[in-house]
């Protein structure tokens, strides 16, 4: 009997029918003998909690990459020198953000402040308010308050390992090399996080010939993965992504519109625009009904409200993430905003559920058993399960 092993790809903004276009030949014929689903993401960005615990966000503080939290920022120090930083030439201020980012990596001494503390397009002034969300990296130990698979093979005393962002920076077709090495090194369960599709997708939009190009690559690098584990292995292969990737159709200027309102940013309120939401925190009510007014008046998006939040668990015991928060609508995004300043682009996520291209692609083979399962929609939630039931 060969050893069993579990090989596990996360490809950032996978979507659900990438592997439905002509050139995909290899993955597409695997989808045959395997189980495969069209994954509803958990609300906003960053899903990781699903997948790697089965919790929602409101238990894993899942949703956005920053939230609000003057105390502990990790780039509080930067407040006295923020007026400095503003008087520089707007082409040099790239040097700068990649200046407050190397002094966080080397004064940092958690992994996950050390490399998610980039500044990314927050204006110098908002930095001292704002923090990332998670001081670890997903296969950290107590990465949540409950086990997340790392944990589980922890304690199982299995050898596992964690290839990918922000670790290994390699793509794909590299990775597969280092994935292969790992499992011949002994271990037998391994993880790979690979972020090329996000990057192209963003950059050119999800009906690009860049990203038909790039799929046709994965496919081939899955083929060759494919033939080595099938030589010495029995194994469980599962594919997939943490969200998908929408045209972006229209663009709202937000900045603008609170330009123009009585009440002042610092003072009376707080707010933080990402692609596809704007964030507000209030300092007295004349500016909280200013500002719901504004977005209520706004054509775009929508502001959640208590069934909104219900509907995604996203109940947080805190504020951290916004009094109020506001929520673009299929395609739209805020520009500018905090992570691309004010450069258009062509493809973004985190939209509602109702956005189909907004779902990713799952797929789960088992070389034994080669059934061909078709699941049809489901929550990034219950992808954990089928991920746990590997871990043997
Ligand atoms: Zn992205």
Redo the contacts with the bound molecule.
């Keep these: 009997m060969n050893k069993k092993i579990t090989v596990i790809i996360l490809l950032?903004?996978l979507r659900w029918d990438y592997f439905d276009r002509s050139k995909s030949i290899f993955t597409s014929n695997l989808k045959n003998k395997s189980t495969t689903a069209e994954l509803v993401p958990t609300f906003g960005f960053e899903p990781d909690g699903a997948f790697l615990s089965g919790v929602y966000p409101e238990k894993s503080n899942g949703g956005m990459h920053y939230w609000y939290s003057p105390d502990t920022s990790v780039f509080k120090w930067t407040k006295k020198y923020s007026n400095l930083f503003k008087k520089f030439p707007t082409s040099s201020q790239k040097y700068i953000r990649f200046f407050i980012r190397l002094i966080n990596f080397l004064k940092e001494s958690e992994k996950g402040k050390k490399y998610f503390s980039f500044p990314s397009k927050i204006p110098f002034e908002y930095l001292e308010l704002f923090d990332p969300v998670h001081d670890k990296l997903m296969f950290e130990k107590d990465l949540f308050d409950c086990p997340t698979i790392f944990d589980i093979c922890r304690n199982k005393k299995i050898n596992w390992d964690f290839i990918g962002y922000p670790t290994y920076r390699g793509t794909l077709d590299k990775g597969i090399y280092k994935i292969i090495n790992s499992i011949n090194k002994g271990n037998s369960f391994v993880f790979g996080f690979f972020g090329e599709l996000?990057r192209i997708g963003?950059k050119f939009g999800p009906d690009s010939i860049e990203i038909n190009n790039l799929i046709s690559h994965i496919d081939n690098s899955i083929q060759i993965l494919f033939n080595e584990l099938e030589k010495k292995y029995d194994f469980d292969f599962i594919l997939f992504g943490d969200h998908g990737m929408v045209q972006v159709n229209k663009e709202l200027d937000i900045q603008s519109n609170l330009n123009k309102l009585i009440c002042n940013p610092g003072k009376d309120y707080n707010y933080f625009l990402d692609s596809t939401f704007a964030r507000f925190w209030f300092n007295n009510d004349d500016a909280k009904t200013e500002i719901y007014n504004l977005l209520e008046s706004l054509d775009g998006g929508s502001i959640i409200n208590q069934p909104i939040k219900d509907y995604y668990s996203i109940n947080y015991p805190h504020n951290k993430f916004g009094d109020i928060i506001y929520w673009m609508n299929d395609g739209n995004i805020i520009l500018p905003n905090f992570f691309q300043g004010s450069q258009s682009i062509e493809g973004m996520?985190g939209y509602p559920d109702n956005v189909r291209d907004n779902n990713s692609f799952f797929m789960h083979y088992n070389s034994v058993s080669k059934t061909k399962n078709t699941l049809g929609k489901t929550s990034m939630i219950d992808i954990f399960e089928i991920i746990k039931n590997t871990i043997n």
């Design positions: 950032d903004a996000d963003h996520h």
